[in-house]
């Protein structure tokens, strides 16, 4: 068993900034990959960002290329994701999740892939 807790979500204005903390806890060691999803009302679940556990391996979804930045600290069992010059289409309620599949293929990017899921944190972005 996995436990993921968000924090650090909130409501800014546009070009702001905001960084996403999702610290795990329990069998942290079956941990292969973390992701970052977000969810607008009446939308699917996408991929943000994603980062192996214990490899450097990264993945951005085109839409937050170049403003967004994922990064781990093992020691604290923590994912943290950074976001600048937010926009209002940024506006979702943010899920951090956990994969424990050997990382035989590519950086999950679907969120059935993932085994285990936070409970969100709400990122509105104001106009």
């Known amino acids: 068993q996995v436990n993921l807790v968000e924090s650090g979500g909130g409501l800014v204005q546009a070009g702001g900034s905001l960084r996403l903390s999702c610290a795990a806890s329990?069998?942290?060691?079956?941990?292969?990959?973390m992701g970052w999803f977000r969810q607008a009302p009446g939308k699917e679940r996408d991929i943000v960002a994603a980062i192996r556990w214990t490899r450097s391996s990264t993945y951005y979804a085109d839409s937050v290329k170049g403003r967004f930045t994922i990064s781990r600290d093992n020691a604290k069992n923590t994912v943290y994701l950074q976001m600048n010059n937010l926009k209002p289409e940024d506006t979702a309620v943010y899920y951090c999740?956990?994969?424990?599949?050997?990382?035989?293929?590519?950086?999950?990017?679907?969120?059935?892939?993932?085994?285990?899921w936070g409970q969100g944190t709400q990122v509105t972005v104001s106009s």
């Open positions: 999740a956990a994969d424990t599949s050997p990382p035989i293929i590519a950086i999950p990017k679907i969120a059935n892939q993932y085994d285990y």
């Open positions: 329990g069998r942290t060691f079956n941990i292969y990959t």
